[in-house]
T-cell receptor
Framework: RKEVEQDPGPFNVPEGATVAFNCTYSNSASQSFFWYRQDCRKEPKLLMSVYSSGNEDGRFTAQLNRASQYISLLIRDSKLSDSATYLCVANQAGTALIFGKGTTLSVSS | NAGVTQTPKFQVLKTGQSMTLQCAQDMNHNSMYWYRQDPGMGLRLIYYSASEGTTDKGEVPNGYNVSRLNKREFSLRLESAAPSQTSVYFC????????????FGSGTRLTVV
């Protein structure tokens, strides 16, 4: 079983829509979690860190449920510029990060 | 700030050739990492260095070697390239992976023919 699993999508939504991505992780010892954004043929860039129960940054909200080993990312009022692949990431015992395969989002006008 | 710099950006090798991918960071980070990214496989850890002078294997180390030359530089060597090593290679560094995650370089696109 892959340590971090995501629905690959693609998610195709109109501008202004709200979209949610889900992610599960298998290692209960994981201490912290992140969402990265990756544009086509570019490097991943940190979008949000996820500590304790979750956090919010503008239109983006990340939530963590340790009991269910589940992480989510909510994007409100989607913009064309939000089109990208979103990577769910778990910290592996403080040594390295484990990446999900990513969820592709396409926002259309 | 340059952040994490990788060279080269693109490379084509013939099967059996060797090459070294270079990575340097100017953020005074202790830990550095090498990943490969393949379609449908996501990012997979090849090797990492938690601090200067130490290196450890990741998920897919076979066919690769690494050198942590100093705190700034972490190189990845392919001794005898194989077509299966065709991939995009990303270097990353971190101040503290638990709290800050990684900063990535822009990647090296390697094709082995």
């Amino acid at each position: 079983r892959k340590e971090v699993e995501q629905d690959p999508g693609p998610f195709n939504v109109p501008e202004g829509a709200t979209v949610a991505f889900n992610c599960t992780y298998s290692n209960s010892a994981s201490q912290s979690f992140f969402w990265y954004r990756q544009d086509c043929r570019k490097e991943p860039k940190l979008l949000m860190s996820v500590y304790s129960s979750g956090n919010e940054d503008g239109r983006f909200t990340a939530q963590l449920n340790r009991a269910s080993q589940y992480i989510s990312l909510l994007i409100r009022d989607s913009k064309l510029s939000d089109s990208a692949t979103y990577l769910c990431v778990a910290n592996q015992a403080g040594t390295a990060l484990i990446f999900g395969k990513g969820t592709t989002l396409s926002v259309s006008s | 700030n340059a952040g994490v710099t990788q060279t080269p950006k693109f490379q084509v090798l013939k099967t059996g050739q060797s090459m070294t991918l270079q990575c340097a960071q100017d953020m005074n980070h202790n830990s550095m990492y090498w990943y490969r990214q393949d379609p449908g496989m996501g990012l997979r850890l090849i090797y990492y260095s938690a601090s200067e002078g130490t290196t450890d294997k990741g998920e897919v180390p076979n066919g690769y070697n690494v050198s942590r030359l100093n705190k700034r530089e972490f190189s990845l060597r392919l001794e005898s390239a194989a077509p299966s090593q065709t991939s995009v290679y990303f270097c990353a560094s971190s101040e503290d992976v638990t709290y800050y995650g990684y900063t990535f370089g822009s990647g090296t696109r390697l094709t082995v023919v």
